[in-house]
């Protein structure tokens, strides 16, 4: 049997990108079952698809995985705007049978309450200097380029990966100040919304700690961390890293589909095109409560 959780929540997952992990966290979806999954923003990278990036086979795999998991589960989808999906803000709030599309949400659980957001919204230069933002996405973007050029001779020589970008992230002072303010920053917002903790993404730096009495938590990226955050029925939370599953001891044995049947090389669902028109009195987060 698969393990099960109440809830997973995944970040980051830049699909459109040559640096997502989309057939990985694909095969981490396939692994777990949940009541709830929370997609916390900068799933699909709408900034790089307007560039440079390209929608591939496996990005559209991903999603129909998470079809498979509503329908044959049961499972409430909540997809969070990020920023690099902002093109979102056009529709929201949005709800579709078990999926929502919402800016932010307030989960309770096991008589704790979290403040549940991408991040970007505390982010100054994000949300005040978007040229900056860009110019950021960019340097990233070659550092990934780079990385795989650097671990493809790592691996050639017996050597393990080894991430650039986060090693610049750790020397470089200023990025590291930013980091612990970024954090502290959460936490004291999470503290004003009178809730337990804060659950967020956007930084690609996973994190389960208490930061001044919040529990502060931070589910990573699919680009290079490959991380989710898990909460068990019990209302206990933990990091899972992809690299870490033995995938092995895992049954792959899938429950039967009522009406969606697609195997693991499923053909795609053909997406159609919808035309959404939201009423602008209906704009504020929603609060789940489980």
């Known amino acids: 049997m698969k393990t099960s959780y109440k809830t997973i929540i995944i970040s980051d997952v830049h699909l459109g990108t040559k640096g997502s992990k989309a057939k990985e966290i694909a095969r981490f979806l396939k692994q777990y079952q949940c009541e709830n999954l929370i997609l916390n923003g900068d799933i699909i990278d709408g900034w790089q698809l307007k560039k440079s990036g390209s929608w591939k086979r496996k990005h559209t795999r991903f999603f129909n995985r998470i079809l498979k998991m509503i329908e044959n589960n049961h499972t409430n989808v909540y997809y969070l705007r990020g920023n690099h999906d902002d093109f979102l803000e056009q529709i929201l709030p949005l709800q579709i049978g078990r999926l929502h599309i919402l800016t932010d949400m307030t989960y309770e659980s096991c008589g704790k309450k979290y403040f549940i957001t991408h991040g970007d ?170």
Request: charge should be negative; glycine fraction near 6%; include cysteine.
């Open 121 to 290: 919204i505390f982010d100054s230069i994000t949300t005040n200097l978007r040229w900056i933002a860009y110019l950021g996405d960019m340097g990233y973007t070659f550092l990934l380029w780079l990385n795989r050029i650097v671990n493809f001779y790592r691996f050639k020589s017996g050597l393990p990966y080894f991430s650039l970008s986060q090693y610049v992230k750790g020397k470089v002072k200023q990025a590291v100040s930013y980091v612990d303010e970024y954090e502290t920053e959460l936490a004291k917002m999470a503290k004003a919304k009178g809730c337990d903790g804060i659950i967020c993404g956007h930084i690609h730096k996973a994190e389960n700690r208490i930061i001044d009495g919040i529990h502060y938590l931070n589910s990573g990226d699919w680009v290079e961390t490959m991380s989710a955050l898990a909460e068990d029925h019990e209302g206990n939370w933990q990091l899972i890293y992809y690299s870490e599953i033995d995938f092995k001891s895992i049954s792959h044995q899938e429950p039967p589909a009522t009406s969606l049947r697609l195997t693991e090389e499923d053909d795609l669902i053909p997406l159609k095109k919808v035309s959404f028109e939201i009423p602008k009195d209906d704009l504020n987060s929603e609060n789940f409560r489980f």
